[in-house]
């Protein structure tokens, strides 16, 4: 939702309406109107407000970024005045400013309840007869009225009502049944909201677009009268509790773009749980096993067998429902510890992702708001760091009891599986059969070859039958037949082909007259060499550490020292090198040992 165009268009629609009703700040007010909407409430039951999120931003952005006034939106927005108002209530509940004498009980959810409550929460004053002042001025009497000075030292704005006790919103169903002593004055905007709010709940006429443009402006007003009523209050809760506040739309957005091409071609992937002290061994897709493990699990497999795969199109969903559900839904973090320094915490890598500060990731923790994806335990360099992080993984675990969590390792050839988490523990299973032929028609989507041929080719493989069950290796194969018709029959040699012709693509159909594909592949073998001698492992480096080594490759190389830079923007372009913020590794495990032998090979 883009809140400043929005904002900007409201703002036009009150800036020739009658100044004695419009006399706050609407920006101030429309700010506060905004945050309102994000408000994520503690308890999320409540008066079944998870939508309003959802419906409110959608209605916003089609009458207000794209005019698209029909009825159907700017009804919709009328109908969720009611919500609206009774989030106001609960966000000054949860935070303590409605006292118990003035608070709805569970039983009353019509909207009349909820707005004669906010109508008492500011103190007022009363005269000799107990009988409300609306509108009192500073040291001026009331005619005719005892003991209504106010104090000079007193907030005006603490002692007035929303609307006087005597207005009943009950018995108005027509605008035409309005007194006229409320015509053209606040009331009259509360009143017609109220009236256009149980319009939903009968058959509603068409209307014009004079009419539509009507509805969200008595809607919108009579929102911001009452957001300008409980002006201080709010500020004062939506400044204090800015985690509640704060927009991580772009953040999703981008997590959600990322991930977007590769979900396209994923295929779910089988699972079966490992415990030895358990009589039934639960198995199932990925969906499946979160039900049932209330999203704590740790995952295992062999290198290649689609682990952050799963885990990416995970991330893909957890987007799409947050940006639909976002009062409902939780956050998506991928963590890759590979990534992590030895003397960064995981908490510190989440809010440098979210950018936001630790105690505020941890407020998002204790609030159970974070879905946490912990990949690659197996690729943290060094036997105290990898401790360092398993006992910080076994903390978080502790201290947030209930939090969303999966980690993936690599599957160990032997009998026991140490757990040392606790947590159920499944297997990534190799590729069936029709989850094969499904692989494969999604890669030869947009591919002039057809499927059928890929699959004969890879039927005719005897050899290495499992090794395509193999998610990337599958990948990396049905792009080689694509190309050659044929495929190689040893892993490396199917890595290698798959960057050849890569590389070679980029030399012939994008004319790249600098790429050597010999200097490409000499360049990173003696850095993948570089990078296990240092860490024996697939390490996430700084960018500068990276393109330091290539630079040095090249002087020991010969290599004019322009090859530096641009091995590393066709490394990440070609996804064989994956950047994350200024950490730079290679894309899988797998193209990192085939470089590492490459550099056996040509260098030993």
Known sequence: MQTEKIKSEIIDLFVDKDPAIFDFDLSKCLDLYFKII???????????????????????????????????????????????????????????????????????HAVMVYLASLNKINKHSNDSNNEDINNPNLTVRVEKKQNTELSETTNAENHKRLYPNSLSFGKYKYFHEIEPKYINTKYEYL????????????????????????????????????????????????????RYTKNFMQYIENEKKRYANNSEKFVPLSFTQIDLLKEKIESGFVEEIILKTDCRLRILGEGGS?????????????????????????????????????????????????????????????????????????????????SNKILEIKSILSRFPIINLIITDRYEFDSYQNNVFNLP??????????????????????????????????????NIHDLLLKPLILARSIEIIRVENDLPELESEIIERFIDIMLRREKDEKNDTLLNINNFKNLLCKTANQIFKQY?????????????????????????????????????????????????????????????????????
Not at 66 to 79: A, M, P, R, V
Not at 439 to 448: E, G, I, P
Not at 551 to 576: M, P, R
């Open 38 to 108: 994000n408000y994520k409430l503690k308890d999320q039951s409540t008066e079944d407000l998870r939508n309003l999120y959802s419906s409110m931003a959608k209605s916003l952005e089609e009458i207000f970024e794209n005019s698209s006034i029909t009825q159907e939106l700017t009804d919709k927005l009328c109908k969720n005045y009611e919500g609206f108002i009774k989030k106001i209530y609960f966000i000054l509940l949860e935070n303590n400013k409605i006292k118990t004498d003035i608070q709805v009980e569970k039983s009353k």
């Open 306 to 386: 689609g682990k952050t795969t799963t885990l990416q199109n995970l991330i893909y969903k957890d987007c799409i429902n947050w940006i639909e559900n976002r009062d409902s839904a939780k956050i998506p973090v991928l963590i890759i510890l590979s990534n992590i320094s030895a003397n960064e915490t995981i908490i510190h890598y989440i809010s440098k992702k979210l950018t936001i500060n630790t105690e505020y990731v941890e407020e998002l923790m204790e609030l159970n708001e974070l879905t946490l994806y912990i990949d690659g335990l197996n690729e943290i360099a060094g036997n105290n760091s990898r």
């Open 536 to 604: 024996s492992s697939n390490r996430s480096i700084r960018e500068t550490e990276f393109n330091q080594i290539l630079v040095d490759s090249c002087n020991q190389l010969g290599i004019e020292q322009y090859y530096a830079s641009h091995t590393l923007k066709l490394g990440f372009e070609l996804e064989i090198l994956l950047k994350n913020g200024d950490m730079v590794n290679f894309y899988h495990e797998s193209y990192f040992n085939f470089f590492c032998s490459l550099y056996l090979d040509k260098f030993i």
């Open 191 to 242: 009143i017609k909201a109220y009236i256009l709010k149980n319009e939903q709940s009968h058959e509603n006429p068409l209307k014009s677009m004079k009419d539509r443009l009507m509805s969200t402006e008595f809607t919108i007003g009579a929102s911001l009268i009452i957001i300008d009523f409980l002006n201080l209050d709010l500020s004062e809760i939506l400044e204090e509790n800015i």
């Open 425 to 462: 523990t499944f297997i990534v299973e190799k590729l069936n059969t029709n989850q094969q032929i499904e692989f494969v028609n999604k890669y030869c989507a947009t591919s002039d070859i057809h499927h059928s041929n890929v699959l004969q080719t890879l039927k005719n493989k005897t």
